[in-house]
């Protein structure tokens, strides 16, 4: 169990993210009543003291190396904060580059000229993209999945599209609705190196809830808009349902392509532009008890909330929530808004 500290040496060497959990847990945790020095706690003291269930423990526990884990992969090199270009392909070449002379002027970072992206194909299930040299040849050190690059045809629509590297730019052809994206990261961009941790609700299990789930039979697409304008076809297999704040609600989770075993719930609630993102909140959770395809129940921990792609990057393109997930109660649990410094 996470105790209190009273001086400030104990935290020496934590970040601040593993600090904040920590006196955040502080805070979850009953208060024990001040005995003198050196005197034991009497028996009717001993009895009335309340003090966390084994289970809460090792569900803090649990909810505290979430949170360790979600701050790491943010901050990753190839995370959200390292995007600093996104741009649509069009059909035909793309040449990609800093040059001005560029269909796609990317960062200055990168060489002049770098690639040509050819798209062919008009009909979303038969394009094809192409990955050719510019005048002059690749330039050195640029690979492709850690190999040499090479022209040919890249699989973008697979669940691990090629990843195009130089130095320590990114670039990743992105498969969106019938078209799509050139989207390029910097480790060292600026958003990643002021990285200075996530801000989180303190943890609270009356965000921690069980819902009954209705699986569809047979599942059913629902179309999830984006914050590019466009709109995503995702299945959808069933729904949940569950009271919170003495109000019954219900939710439709999608299923993503290659999150076998997940479902991904993207909602607001009466927080969001306010203490949380504006556009929604992202949870992802295991499947139901007896899977999805079977009525069963499901645990949703919105103390696990986290905030999209787009809460960190202007480049991102972000699934927005479907009417029916408009939370109509305020869910002060999960992460909160981020501000950069």
């Not at 993209?129 to 690979?143: E, I, K, M």
Request: net charge negative.
């Amino acid at each position: 169990m996470t105790r209190c500290l009273t001086g400030t040496g104990h935290y020496a060497g934590m970040s601040a993210g593993i600090l904040g959990m920590l006196l955040a847990s502080c805070a979850f945790l009953p208060a024990r009543p001040v005995l003198a020095q050196n005197t034991p706690p009497s028996a009717d003291t001993a009895a009335t003291t309340p003090t966390a269930s084994p289970a809460d423990s090792k569900w803090l526990k649990d909810l505290t190396e979430w949170r360790a884990a979600r701050e790491r992969l943010v901050d990753a090199p190839d995370g959200w904060l390292s995007l600093i270009d996104m741009e649509w392909l069009k059909p035909g070449a793309n040449s990609v580059g800093a040059a001005e002379d560029n269909q796609i002027k990317v960062h200055d970072k990168l060489p002049d000229h770098i690639a040509v992206i050819v798209i062919n194909g008009n009909a979303p299930n038969a394009m094809t993209v192409q990955l050719q040299a510019p005048t002059g040849g690749f330039p050195p050190d640029l690979r492709i999945d850690n190999k040499p690059a090479v022209e040919g045809l890249l699989a973008v629509d697979s669940d691990s599209p090629p990843v195009i590297t130089w130095h320590g730019l990114t670039i990743v052809v992105l498969a969106r609705g019938g078209r799509y994206l050139l989207s390029v990261k910097d480790a060292d961009s600026p958003l990643r190196t002021g990285f200075h941790g996530l801000d989180w609700y303190a943890p609270d299990p009356k965000f921690r809830v069980v819902a009954t789930w209705t699986p569809y039979n047979p599942p059913r697409t629902v179309k999830i808009p984006t914050i590019l304008g466009n709109t995503l076809d995702f299945p959808s297999p069933g729904f949940v349902e569950f009271v919170l704040d003495d109000q019954p609600m219900n939710l439709e989770p999608v299923t993503e392509p290659g999150a076998d075993g997940t479902l991904f719930f993207i909602l607001t609630d009466l927080t969001s532009q306010i203490t949380t993102y504006k556009t929604a909140r992202y949870l992802h959770t295991g499947l139901p008890d007896h899977g999805a395809d079977q009525p069963g129940q499901l645990t949703l921990d919105f103390n696990k909330l986290e905030n999209p792609p787009c809460a960190y990057t202007t480049y991102a393109s972000c699934p927005l929530p479907p009417d029916q997930n408009q939370m109509p109660v305020a869910i002060e649990a999960g992460e909160r808004l981020y501000t950069p410094r």
